[in-house]
């Protein structure tokens, strides 16, 4: 069985980076899917942040594009989420999921952690 | 900037039918955009219930089907139940690895 969990601060003070691992357990991160991050500001919708490849391939929305970095660890088989120059709107759940690859829907979520950005 | 769209609320009696739908601002909705729908209660994380347009995904109920209608990707529940009041999401896939989520509709059960 697949499981993502994400993991990370919970507090982020405004203008630092916010950084979030997920660790991926039951299937290896190069064994060909795509890995995503996800977020929900309390109270609102989803939206996407980006994906990456295990190969180093990313693609991020381009509103947060300059903000963002995602990578890949496969050593420790895991993905990772930084978000710079965060402030209060960057509060919001942080989901890691996994995505088909070539039909680029989810099939497995992580839990989900709130990211709280707040002096 | 290419908008995706949802009603943001719908209500549906017990034992009736809804369709939700998922737009563009811009353009029409085609399999190529690989429609998927998700399913979320508060607190929870989102649960996956359909894919590339009407392909359901693993232990979903065959009350909830997806297709396109017009120019749109459509969310059907047919015979609504009570837990089935939740926020639907859709996702259309647009290319160059970018994926964009609809705002939600809150779907009411009464």
């Known amino acids: 069985q697949v499981q993502l969990q994400e993991s990370g601060p919970g507090l982020v003070k405004p203008s630092e980076t916010l950084s979030l691992t997920c660790a991926v357990s039951?299937?290896?991160?190069?064994?060909?899917?795509?890995w995503g991050w996800i977020r929900q500001p309390p109270g609102k919708g989803l939206q996407w942040i980006g994906t990456t490849y295990h190969s180093g391939s990313t693609y991020y929305n381009p509103s947060l594009k300059s903000r963002v970095i995602i990578s890949v660890d496969t050593s420790k088989n895991q993905f990772s989420l930084k978000l710079t120059s965060v402030t209060a709107a960057d509060t919001a759940v942080y989901y890691c999921?996994?995505?088909?690859?070539?039909?680029?829907?989810?099939?497995?979520w992580g839990q989900g952690t709130l990211v709280t950005v707040s002096s | 900037q290419t908008v995706v769209t949802q009603e943001p609320s719908f209500s549906v009696s017990p034992g009736g039918t809804v369709t939700l739908t998922c737009g563009l601002t811009s353009g029409s909705v085609s399999t190529s955009n690989y429609p998927s729908w998700y399913q979320q209660t508060p607190g929870q994380a989102p649960r996956t219930l359909i894919y590339s347009t009407n392909s359901r995904s693993s232990g979903v109920p065959d009350r909830f089907s997806g297709s396109i209608l017009g120019n749109k990707a459509a969310l059907t529940i047919t015979g609504a139940q009570a837990d089935d009041e939740s926020d639907y999401y859709c996702?259309?896939?647009?290319?160059?690895?970018?994926?964009?989520f609809g705002g939600g509709t809150k779907l009411t059960v009464l």
């Open positions: 039951g299937y290896f991160i190069s064994s060909g899917s795509y």
């Open positions: 996702v259309l896939y647009m290319g160059s690895g970018i994926s964009v």
């Open positions: 999921a996994r995505l088909k690859r070539g039909t680029w829907y989810v099939d497995y």
